[in-house]
């Protein structure tokens, strides 16, 4: 119950061998100051350069809510309960998952546990990809898939096995799963510090600040996995009770298949902006804020999901909207 | 006499300490004194016949102290992120018992007065006995979530994902009586005379079993998570944190089943924290997330506060084995002794 600021933290994902311990530890050896606390889960053949390194067991279970995608990371809320214990803060902590791990259970747990949500928040979920490898690994594995759709930052590492074409091809990919991600390329995981921490991608007040990248201008119907983004846009203010019914049934009846949910909404009556969003059914919202001056007052929603419904979720959305 | 503020005991009958660091732990040890357990890796020790002497300083762990128990053979037992269990005996002579794994952490620590003292790492129990010996390690399912050996120290139950298990220490297979409930399960406890075992749980809720036939209790309605058990004397009650009373289950007359529990100091909307029963009568202590103190007599409902709220959030509390004397510790390093003797 202590008041200090929460810790953020940065979710590392991507397949085996994409370079995430490399990307650790220059994140870990640049000369910044900071001091980390780093949960992995396994030890590979680099070893991690840190004062505090927690080995994790990946322990995932299923909260009793009767929805079986609200699973959540329990070695994670044991680790950082443990850690809040230690006197003077760490300025972020740092979570490394395996190759093959869903890093839902590990985002839900961040919204999921209210001790961790007091001590913690989420900063960002950063994918490394392997530039030459990734085709291969989008068509054999769904986890490679999943751990692009929930990126925020995307890093295209390896970029010097692979040439412009190859590179572009391979962005092109990415933007079909999720167009909402930041993009970066790298060799050998260099990338700056700053590029991946501290980024406050969970933060509500900064969700869908960036303008999607659709390579096309519209969205991608051609695409090669059942994981792909729908985005919707509306100019009648939204009616809050309406919004709230259909997104709860929404969540509850298609949680499962939805990564990732954001949206800005401008309620009728009300001179605040809203923002939401959710991982699975777990969803977070509140008001960011005035509306400013010339603002066009557009709300927005943005699924990232598995075999999404478009014209369902178009209408659905649409009917939020007050009467007349 | 005009108004006056609220008395609290431990201005005029006890002593505390700003100690710099969460107060993860504490206990009182065999021969009386106290030990608690910190957040930068030391062990604080008090003597409550000598409250204005400094507390010993004793550097037990290389990071934080993660679990403290009172030592059979005396002084006290900690757990750390450092992978250790240590002693740390009343002079604050620190001895390495186990050294449990790198970059693994001893979450939880217990011991019985037979001699036994166990350490939970990940999945797996550690069994020493009094000389420091390890007699087995037992492997569960999941992480333990937490450890109790009952009254006897014959049994030692273990929390994990979807359940508790119940095993007997001494038996020569080691295969455990499995209380399956789905969910993850955290502090545990097993009542005085042995016949239920209660879990915490991750979802606002406890969960029982009553051993004889298996037969489950749920009990709900907490608005946060309980992390403080803690059964009366002969078990008739089991008192919890979680909610902004103390909440107190009657395990007698064929309760908890379809009894509603007994709510006791309560009003100010501020969660209890940490709670723990008197060795003998009928009453409780308990911690606030406000810093606040408090005895409550069960029976009567009536309550005694003990230390004014403002000093972080109460982690830790207990009391000594003759009930004379009550500690608490908070998230913040404010920790405090009182002397409840009679004088």
């Known amino acids: 119950m202590s008041d200090t600021p929460q810790v953020p933290v940065t979710v590392l994902t991507g397949y085996l061998g994409a370079g995430k311990t490399t990307l650790l530890n220059r994140i870990l050896s640049e000369n910044h100051g900071r001091k980390f606390a780093v949960v992995i889960n396994e030890f590979g053949e680099l070893g991690v350069d840190n004062d505090l390194v927690v080995d994790a067991d990946e322990e995932v279970f299923e909260m009793n809510n009767g929805c079986i995608c609200c699973t959540v990371r329990g070695d994670l809320i044991r680790i950082i309960g443990g850690l809040m214990k230690r006197p003077g803060r760490f300025d972020g902590i740092i979570v490394e998952t395996t190759g093959l791990a869903d890093p839902a259970p590990v985002a839900q747990t961040f919204f999921a546990d209210e001790d961790v949500k007091r001590a913690t928040r989420l900063d960002a979920i950063v994918t490394l990809v392997d530039a030459k490898n990734l085709p291969a690994r989008l068509a054999d594995s769904k986890e490679a898939t999943e751990q692009i759709a929930f990126a925020d930052i995307i890093l295209v590492n390896k970029?010097?096995?692979?040439?412009?074409?190859?590179?572009?091809?391979?962005?092109?990919?990415?933007?079909?799963?999720?167009?909402?991600?930041?993009?970066?390329?790298?060799?050998?995981?260099?990338?700056?510090?700053?590029?991946?921490?501290?980024?406050?991608?969970?933060?509500?007040?900064?969700?869908?600040?960036?303008?999607?990248?659709?390579?096309?201008?519209?969205?991608?119907?051609?695409?090669?996995?059942?994981?792909?983004?729908?985005?919707?846009?509306?100019?009648?203010?939204?009616?809050?009770?309406?919004?709230?019914?259909?997104?709860?049934?929404?969540?509850?009846?298609?949680?499962?298949?939805?990564?990732?949910?954001?949206?800005i909404l401008y309620y009728a009556n009300e001179t605040r902006r809203f923002a939401f969003q959710a991982v699975h059914m777990i969803a977070d919202g509140d008001f960011i804020g005035e509306v400013k001056d010339g603002d066009p007052r557009k709300s927005k929603i943005v699924f990232i999901g598995r075999g999404l419904n478009r014209p369902q979720l178009r209408r659905g959305f649409e009917s939020c909207q007050v009467e007349g | 006499m005009s108004e006056t503020a609220p008395e609290f005991l431990i201005d005029a009958r006890g002593t505390s300490r700003a100690l710099g660091a969460w107060v993860v732990g504490l206990a009182f040890g065999r021969d009386g004194t106290l030990g608690l357990g910190l957040g930068d890796g030391s062990v604080r020790i008090a003597r409550p016949q000598a409250m204005a002497e400094d507390w010993t300083n004793a550097a037990a762990h290389?990071?934080?102290?993660?679990?403290?128990?009172?030592?059979?053979?005396?002084?006290?037992?900690?757990?750390?992120?450092?992978?250790?269990?240590?002693?740390?005996?009343?002079?604050?002579?620190?001895?390495?018992?186990?050294?449990?794994?790198?970059?693994?952490?001893?979450?939880?620590?217990?011991?019985?007065?037979?001699?036994?003292?166990?350490?939970?790492?990940?999945?797996?129990?550690?069994?020493?006995?009094?000389?420091?010996?390890?007699?087995?390690?037992?492997?569960?399912?999941?992480?333990?979530?937490?450890?109790?050996?009952?009254?006897?120290?014959?049994?030692?139950?273990?929390?994990?994902?979807?359940?508790?298990?119940?095993?007997?220490?001494?038996?020569?297979?080691?295969?455990?009586?499995?209380?399956?409930?789905?969910?993850?399960?955290?502090?545990?406890?097993?009542?005085?005379?042995?016949?239920?075992?209660?879990?915490?749980?991750?979802?606002?809720?406890?969960?029982?079993?009553?051993?004889?036939?298996?037969?489950?209790?749920?009990?709900?309605?907490?608005?946060?998570?309980?992390?403080?058990?803690?059964?009366?004397?002969?078990?008739?009650?089991?008192?919890?944190?979680?909610?902004?009373?103390?909440?107190?289950?009657?395990?007698?007359?064929?309760?908890?089943?379809?009894?509603?529990?007994?709510?006791?100091?309560?009003?100010?909307?501020?969660?209890?924290?940490?709670?723990?029963?008197?060795?003998?009568?009928?009453?409780?202590?308990a911690g606030f997330a406000d810093g606040l103190v408090l005895i409550a007599e069960i029976a009567s409902g009536k309550v005694v506060p003990v230390a004014a709220p403002g000093n972080g959030a109460v982690s830790a509390i207990a009391w000594n084995a003759t009930g004379t004397h009550l500690a608490f510790g908070t998230e913040t390093g404010f920790a405090g002794l009182v002397d409840l003797s009679r004088r």
């Open chain 2, 62 to 285: 290389d990071g934080a102290v993660l679990s403290l128990a009172a030592d059979p053979v005396g002084g006290f037992l900690t757990g750390g992120d450092d992978g250790r269990m240590v002693q740390t005996a009343p002079d604050g002579t620190v001895t390495e018992i186990a050294r449990l794994g790198a970059m693994k952490w001893v979450e939880h620590v217990a011991a019985h007065d037979s001699g036994l003292r166990a350490a939970a790492v990940g999945k797996q129990l550690h069994l020493f006995d009094a000389r420091g010996a390890a007699l087995k390690v037992l492997a569960h399912p999941t992480a333990v979530g937490g450890i109790a050996f009952d009254a006897k120290g014959k049994r030692v139950a273990c929390s994990h994902y979807n359940g508790a298990s119940l095993w007997f220490v001494a038996s020569k297979e080691d295969k455990p009586r499995v209380l399956e409930w789905k969910g993850s399960h955290a502090s545990i406890a097993i009542s005085p005379d042995g016949t239920h075992v209660v879990t915490a749980m991750q979802e606002n809720a406890l969960h029982g079993w009553r051993l004889a036939d298996g037969q489950h209790m749920r009990m709900s309605g907490y608005p946060s998570k309980t992390r403080s058990l803690s059964f009366t004397s002969r078990g008739r009650w089991l008192a919890t944190s979680g909610a902004d009373a103390v909440v107190i289950w009657p395990f007698f007359g064929g309760g908890p089943m379809g009894k509603a529990p007994t709510e006791l100091a309560g009003g100010d909307g501020v969660l209890v924290s940490a709670v723990a029963c008197h060795p003998q009568h009928e009453v409780v202590a």
């Open chain 1, 159 to 263: 970029m010097d096995l692979v040439t412009e074409a190859e590179a572009l091809e391979v962005e092109r990919r990415i933007r079909t799963i999720n167009p909402y991600a930041e993009i970066r390329r790298s060799t050998k995981s260099a990338v700056p510090i700053d590029a991946v921490i501290g980024r406050d991608a969970f933060n509500l007040a900064r969700i869908l600040e960036r303008e999607p990248e659709f390579l096309s201008g519209e969205d991608d119907h051609e695409h090669d996995s059942d994981i792909l983004s729908v985005s919707f846009e509306v100019s009648k203010p939204i009616d809050p009770e309406k919004f709230n019914a259909w997104i709860t049934q929404l969540l509850a009846n298609k949680g499962q298949d939805l990564l990732r949910t954001k949206g």
